[in-house]
């Protein structure tokens, strides 16, 4: 018998609390975008005129150059190690399957100085270079765009492997079989059939990598590389002159807009669809000699250059140091900041996600619907974006507070969120609500309406059967959400650095200071640490969504 839930059709001409909840939580998140857009209703014509006689041009090509780099790199290596781990048996595959994933616990900045402590000119691999086969021996320029473009590719491909691997698998052992029997090889079945029907989850996988090439700051403030994310950072606090900053920051935000509505162009263009999955998985066929040699190599590889090659060498740094270091106050006040920072951020995100989601599964209206989709643009936008977006509508504020303060108490109070952690939290909400809402939104959807139904003829609240029955059915998905936020706010570094309050460092912080000073080995033990707090939940997050594991 079908039992017809309340839930399942949108609810009209009622506004509840938790549909105007959603609604202020995405107004809230589009307040950076529209101060981004204001900003324009007075031209810093004085500043972009500089900028168009000098390095205007220059920035945006190098901006365009690395973000197709990224994509171009991070769609060949993670689709490639994913059919490489997904269709075939080799020496080690148990072991890479899940340990590619690694490279996402290492921010992108943290294996660029490395890379250049590693293979800079003065470095000691080039220094040895140069005693065996003499001055003339060098390696090619890492400082550049290239170089830039491949230390984000092995930081960013597991966005791609990830999603690659899934789709494979779920295309089942049928639709490879169907190409096989119409006389094409195994490669050749891949490129004719298997790849053409994973484009989705491909395109989302790259676009992922090339908003976060886009909205990096780090790893090209390290490398010397001049982008517009860059630009923002040194017209904000050299000129001084945020105005022209955030309408600098506007061109970040047209380049984020429009990889979306090339991600979505690119999804709706696709021409092969499966209607269903018919018969086992893909069933990976043992390579034997040379093919198993190098596919072991390969993977190898990757994942040395990505993972062990870039911490074993912060660790012969913090070995180095650790002898005349401490723990001192200012290291345990930079981990004071940076856990409290993403402590209060994840669970404000958590809060926030779960009220978004838990709107769109009681309302499915379309107001409601399109809150959700608002919600979750802010992980599109670069940080230094979202930063200088956060700054103006906080400083409004302060002012309506400071006359209020006036009115009431007789005297001002001063900057009372200007400069402090809350403009720093917002931002953070900005930025990474998608991944709180799309977690725990995805968790929602596996629960049965029926539950619903059945506590509220009990008698039982909404907000009641919030607390006694979805809660406890979404205690995995909830902690996942907290790690993952909490791990991408340890990384987080434009936001912060923009917005810290006066005085306040982080981790990340402390990183890029060192970094831009070339004081690669001050900077080990700081990253060792972001580094640790994101590798454990990507640990166990890949072990156990792994094949082998599984088994």
């Not at 960013?156 to 779920?170: D, G, I, K, M």
């Not at 907000?463 to 909490?486: E, K």
């Not at 970094?515 to 033990?525: N, V």
């Amino acid at each position: 018998m079908l039992i017809a839930s309340a839930t399942s059709k949108p609810i009209v001409g009622r506004l509840s609390p938790w549909t105007l909840a959603a609604c202020g939580i995405a107004a809230l998140v589009g307040v950076p975008l529209l101060a981004v857009l204001a900003s324009w209703r007075e031209p810093a014509v004085d500043v972009w005129a500089h900028l168009w006689r000098t390095q205007l041009a220059e920035l945006t090509m190098n901006t365009l150059l690395l973000v197709a780099g990224v994509g171009a790199g991070t769609l060949t290596l993670g689709a490639g190690l994913a059919w490489l781990v997904v269709a075939y048996r080799f020496p080690g595959r148990a072991l890479f399957e899940w340990a590619l994933i690694l490279p996402l616990a290492v921010p992108a900045y943290v294996i660029g100085f490395a890379f250049l402590g590693l293979f800079d000119f003065a470095g000691p691999v080039q220094s040895a270079l140069r005693q065996w086969f003499g001055d003339a021996a060098r390696l090619p320029e890492l400082r550049s765009g290239p170089g830039v473009a491949v230390m984000m590719t092995l930081v960013f491909y597991p966005y791609v492997y990830l999603l690659a691997r899934t789709a494979f698998r779920e295309q089942g052992l049928a639709t490879l079989e169907t190409a096989r029997s119409l006389g094409r090889s195994r490669p050749r079945a891949f490129f004719a059939v298997v790849l053409p029907m994973a484009r989705p989850s491909l395109v989302a996988g790259a676009s992922l990598a090339m908003m976060e090439a886009l909205a990096d700051f780090g790893t090209v403030s390290i490398f010397g590389y001049r982008t517009l994310t860059e630009a923002v950072y040194r017209v904000w606090n050299g000129m001084f002159d945020r105005m022209a900053a955030t309408q600098l920051a506007s061109l970040l935000l047209a380049f984020a807009l429009a990889l979306l509505l090339l991600e979505r162009a690119l999804r709706g263009r696709r021409r092969f669809t499966q209607s269903q999955r018919r018969g086992p998985g893909v069933d990976p066929v043992s390579l034997r000699g040379w093919p198993a040699a190098a596919a072991t190599v390969v993977c190898g590889l990757v994942l040395v250059l990505a993972f062990v090659l870039p911490i074993g060498q912060l660790l012969l740094w913090a070995a180095d140091v650790i002898r005349s270091w401490s723990l001192s106050p200012d290291f345990v006040a930079w981990l004071g900041a940076t856990f409290l920072l993403a402590g209060a951020a994840a669970v404000m995100i958590c809060v926030l996600g779960l009220t978004v989601a838990y709107a769109r599964r009681l309302h499915p209206s379309p107001s409601v619907r399109f809150a959700a989709q608002w919600s979750s643009m802010g992980y599109a936008l670069p940080g230094a974006v979202i930063a200088v977006g956060v700054l103006a509508p906080i400083a409004w504020l302060d002012g309506i507070l400071g006359v209020v303060a006036e009115w009431a108490l007789g005297r001002r109070l001063g900057l009372l969120l200007t400069g402090s952690a809350c403009a720093v939290l917002l931002a953070y909400a900005v930025r990474f609500l998608t991944i709180g809402f799309q977690t725990l939104d995805a968790s929602l959807g596996r629960i049965p309406s029926s539950f619903d139904e059945a506590a509220r003829s009990l008698g039982v609240s909404v907000r009641g059967t919030l607390r006694r029955i979805h809660l406890p059915l979404m205690r995995g998905s909830v902690l996942t959400a907290f790690i993952l936020v909490w791990v991408e706010v340890m990384k987080e570094l434009p936001a912060t650095l923009l917005l810290r309050p006066l005085g306040m460092k982080t981790l990340a912080i402390e990183v890029w200071e060192r970094t831009s000073e070339s004081m690669w080995a001050d900077a080990a033990i700081p990253a060792l640490a972001i580094v640790a707090v994101g590798f454990f939940p990507l640990f166990l997050a890949s072990r156990l969504t792994s094949d082998a594991w599984r088994r």
